[in-house]
């Protein structure tokens, strides 16, 4: 009879704390530090070493790439000014052929015409 008591008072004391615990059991435990405690990490050091140096690898995997990235849009931007800048000058270059050419031409068949390096001069007559 006595034992029956017992545990009649051990299921009423363990009703009351179910009662005035609204959080669940595993909350409770973490914030108490039972969950995690000093052989937890013993026993999974080397799994947090592991998880430890693959999130620092991966930041800095993430640092380079973007380094990296930023690194290939300035080189973008300085071909596309190379560029630019080439086509101006085979723009000029040919001009300067052709020019050449002409004068050589000219001067082959002796028609007595010469580059003008100005542009001609346009006349105003006023008729007043």
């Known amino acids: 009879m006595n034992l029956s008591l017992k545990r009649k008072n051990r299921q009423q004391d363990n009703n009351k704390t179910k009662q005035k615990r609204a959080t669940p059991s595993w909350v409770s435990d973490v914030r108490y ?19 430890v140096v693959a999130m620092l690898s991966l930041m800095g995997l993430r640092y ?6 930023e690194e290939i849009k300035k080189l ?10 080439k086509l101006q000058e085979k723009a000029a ?36």
């Open 33 to 51: 530090g039972q969950s995690l405690s000093v052989e937890f990490f013993k026993r999974n050091a080397w799994l947090l070493m592991v998880f």
């Open 76 to 85: 973008t931007n300085e071909l596309q000014i190379a560029e630019s800048s």
């Open 93 to 128: 270059y040919m001009s300067l052929i052709r020019e050449t050419e002409m004068k050589r031409l000219v001067e082959e068949k002796g028609l007595g015409l010469e580059f003008q390096e100005q542009p001609p001069f346009e006349l105003i007559i006023d008729d007043k």
């Open 64 to 69: 380079k790439t973007k380094t990296r990235m």
